[in-house]
């Protein structure tokens, strides 16, 4: 088995990105970026400026709307998180790769008569690192070597900076003891080039067409090499290779999709606290959720397509923090209705944020939930390109854009509404008694019937809504 050297390679032609050197926003880009903290602000003051201009029995009849739309909701994401559940019991009991062999020729043969047998598929796990620590890049490359695909159709590919001399290192090793249960362990030195932002999006926007020249030094077929965007901490299941390239070959749209496992935090999750293990619980679930709902689906994290999707979407943008989002959505642009995210009823397992100290884990939390938030900064790039492809339909553009901005929207504004939603016209009528400030309606509300009927439904409504907690932890 050849094991190139580490080295750079020059690099190699390309379809040219969208925009390749970020340049100074216009008066109308500025808008669209503030626009969305804006409108979050506007929410949360909402708390404190309607009753001030509007009785409040109306008041109070839209935090009853709020919470009851709470409720319906909960109901709703619960009932998907326990459909996905039982699938992934399904899925993760079937030996994917027999079956895929006992297909018969007609199921993966395409009308032109090209043949996509599931033996001709490969595989490549595009891996960015930095600073990784070493028994985590090994758990990593472990779990793919584990994976039950075959070995002579498994491709590594680890991307680190010129700088990471530990990480070269590590790589080194890997190939050393993982070599050859793998068809190639390649090794790409990323240089830092100008004008990026520094981070994972980056490092794939540079890995990205050094695969590419790799698979085709090889001699490969593009549209049968499959590549999955790999977190260096994501562990797949045994079973995920051989699920994807059953869906793949048996697909005609192949060409036009990106395959979304589940990602679940759990790799550490009892070695975390409390407050972590919950909000990996959470992310957990959504994403259990979302595979119900495969029209708001946007790929996350990790995830598999074919490299020639990936050649032919421009590869990543190098220019922003979130490669999972922007990715689906430079993808989405480029082929509008007929791109999908095909969701992969198997788990990949992933580390919750975790640091030496007990504060320093959550320091880690917040800055993991705060990369999670840059994707609210897709708003502007998603808005200006639903005006510029008449070609999409403009009832599927309005619709993922709606979907985009009310999830950013919500999941920073929801908590404050929920939490404080029912008590702020109370507090209000004590400041105005206490300040001599004018407000619509009684001063006095507390002891108004609406104060009375507001505390009693909405402790009623979030009552029951809290019932979905327990089928949650469950």
């Avoid at 050849?2 to 750079?8: A, F, H, R, T, Y």
């Avoid at 709470?70 to 459909?83: A, D, E, Q």
């Avoid at 999709?257 to 759990?266: D, E």
Wanted: negative net charge; glycine residues 6%.
């Amino acid at each position: 088995m050849s094991l190139p050297e580490v080295g750079l390679r020059p690099p190699p032609d390309q379809p040219a990105d969208p925009d390749p050197q970020p340049t100074p926003p216009t008066l109308g880009q500025r808008v669209l970026e503030v626009l969305p903290g804006t409108a979050t602000w506007l929410v949360i003051l909402a708390l404190v400026l309607l009753p001030m201009v509007i009785l409040p029995a109306v008041v109070v009849a839209m935090i009853i709307v709020l919470d009851l739309y709470w409720l319906v909701r909960s109901i709703i994401v619960v009932r998907g998180i326990l459909r996905t559940h039982r699938q992934l019991g399904y899925d993760t009991e079937h030996d994917w790769l027999a079956m895929g062999r006992e297909l018969p020729a007609e199921a993966w043969t395409d009308p032109d008569g090209e043949a996509f047998d599931p033996a001709d598929i490969y595989h490549v796990a595009l891996i960015p690192t930095y600073t990784e620590r070493y028994a985590v890049l090994n758990a990593t490359v472990s779990a793919l070597a584990a994976a039950a695909y075959p070995a002579d159709r498994k491709i590594v590919a680890i991307i680190t900076r010129t700088t990471d001399t530990q990480g070269i290192e590590n790589v080194q090793r890997l190939r050393e003891e993982y070599g050859d249960r793998f068809f190639r362990f390649w090794h790409i030195l990323d240089p830092l080039l100008p004008g990026i932002v520094v981070g994972k999006s980056a490092a794939m926007a540079y890995g990205g067409p050094e695969l590419y020249q790799l698979v085709e030094d090889e001699g490969l077929d593009p549209r049968k090499v499959i590549v999955t965007d790999l977190d260096s901490d994501f562990r797949i299941h045994p079973q995920y290779l051989a699920r994807v390239t059953w869906d793949y070959v048996q697909d005609r749209e192949r060409d036009y999709r990106l395959y979304q496992p589940i990602p679940m935090f759990h790799n550490n999750l009892w070695r975390v606290p409390a407050a972590v293990h919950v909000l990996a619980s959470a992310a957990t679930q959504w994403q259990m959720f979302l595979h119900t709902r495969p029209q708001r689906l946007v790929t996350f994290a990790s995830y598999s397509m074919s490299i020639r999707l990936v050649r032919d979407v421009g590869y990543w943008d190098p220019h922003v923090i979130q490669e999972d989002s922007r990715f689906f959505w430079r993808a989405f642009f480029r082929y509008g209705e007929r791109l999908a995210v095909v969701p992969v009823h198997l788990p990949i397992y992933g580390d919750c944020p975790r640091a030496r100290g007990y504060g320093q884990t959550h320091v880690s939390q917040y800055n993991q939930i705060k990369r999670w938030a840059w994707g609210v900064s897709d708003v502007p790039f998603v808005f200006i390109n639903m005006l510029t492809h008449p070609e999409i339909p403009a009832r599927l553009r309005l619709h993922r854009f709606l979907n985009l901005v009310f999830n950013h929207l919500m999941w920073v504004a929801m908590p404050l509404l929920l939490l404080f939603g029912a008590s702020i016209p109370g507090y209000l009528a004590v400041l105005a008694q206490s300040t001599g400030i004018h407000f619509v309606g009684p001063t006095d509300y507390s002891l108004t019937p609406a104060s009375d009927y507001l505390g009693i439904t909405s402790a009623v409504i979030l009552t029951f809504t809290m019932l979905s907690v327990a089928v949650l932890i469950y």
